[in-house]
């Protein structure tokens, strides 16, 4: 579990290397009083970089860098650990699906990191990720169910509570539940009656049957890929959702795309489909309009460009 203490602390750890806060921008095209967190500002172009950056300064000051540490990512959260790797000197592997975005992929090597494609889906990047830690000595470094990772992503919450303290609603996407749980812990602690709500792509339902019971299928083939697959056994996130998120709303593939246009056209910033999801749910109208000043966390803007033109033209 993680605590707003560990929150408050990941914050002051990796503000000295990041340019916080990331912006906070009115959405005026949307009903209400609407806000964008725009996370897609961060080195990487993801919220990725706060959990994956903390991590790796926790395991340095604790004099844990020797060794190296290997993950499994569809991309973001290998960014970002490549990103944390070439800041502290600790060797990262990251193993990917083979679907991965060329764009992600590249991204790692870019800043460093070791990008390794195995299978075809995250479920079984994590998998071998999981073997290859306990085979070769590494310390896994999961994208969510970590609890530096987690309270470095729980630091977006923090920045909401200063940048609007009047906030009533705030909504997250959903995948493992990293996110969207450090920011509930957050806003639970700073904003008490701040109403937190996921949001999952039905093609990647994972988090919604966490918390509802269900068993609705996965769709490899998304434009959300970046939530793609299922919630380790046991994660600790799981019961962060149960106890601090209000409610897990999905949205679909249209909705998606429209909120990529519209986040392009109207507001001026590029977002992939998993990183829309929050604005989607918005203006679709699978979360209503409300009176409560509400903030859209626009979590990561990492995308093909042959996907982007395609959802551009419409």
């Not at 990008?115 to 990047?125: M, N, P, Q, R, S």
């Not at 000043?293 to 093909?304: E, I, L, Q």
Request: charged share 20%; net charge negative.
């Amino acid at each position: 579990m993680i605590t707003p203490q560990d929150i408050r602390a990941a914050h002051g750890r990796i503000s000295g290397h990041l340019s916080l806060p990331t912006p906070l921008e009115r959405a005026a095209w949307l009903p209400g009083e609407v806000y964008l967190k725009v996370e897609s500002a961060n080195p990487t172009h993801s919220f990725k970089v706060r959990g994956a950056l903390n991590a790796m300064l926790r395991r340095k000051e604790a004099g844990r860098a020797g060794g190296g540490v290997i993950a499994a990512s569809s991309g973001n959260h290998a960014q970002a650990l490549a990103y944390a790797s070439k800041l502290t000197g600790v060797r990262a592997q990251i193993i990917m699906p083979a679907h991965t975005p060329q764009k992600k992929v590249d991204g790692v090597r870019a800043h460093g990191g070791e990008a390794i494609l195995f299978g075809e889906t995250y479920d079984d990047a994590e998998a071998e990720a999981i073997r290859r830690a306990e085979a070769e000595g590494l310390a896994y470094i999961s994208p969510y169910n970590h609890p530096d990772v987690a309270a470095g992503a729980g630091t977006v919450g923090l920045e909401i509570a200063t940048q609007l303290p009047t906030v009533g609603r705030v909504l997250v996407c959903l995948s493992g539940g990293g996110l969207l749980g450090g920011v509930a812990v957050a806003l639970a602690s700073v904003a008490p009656g701040c109403e937190v709500i996921g949001v999952c792509a039905e093609s990647a339902p994972a988090g919604y049957n966490a918390k509802y019971g269900t068993d609705l299928p996965q769709v490899w083939e998304t434009l959300a890929e970046a939530l793609s697959g299922d919630i380790e056994v046991g994660s600790f996130t799981v019961e962060l959702i149960e106890r601090y998120v209000q409610r897990v709303v999905l949205v679909s593939e249209a909705a998606i795309a429209d909120a990529m246009r519209a986040l392009a056209f109207k507001q001026g910033w590029i977002a992939e489909g998993g990183g829309a999801v929050a604005t989607a749910a918005l203006l679709s109208g699978v979360v209503e309009p409300s009176d409560k000043p509400t903030v859209a966390v626009v979590s990561g803007g990492n995308v093909d460009e042959a996907a982007l033109r395609r959802v551009l033209a419409g």
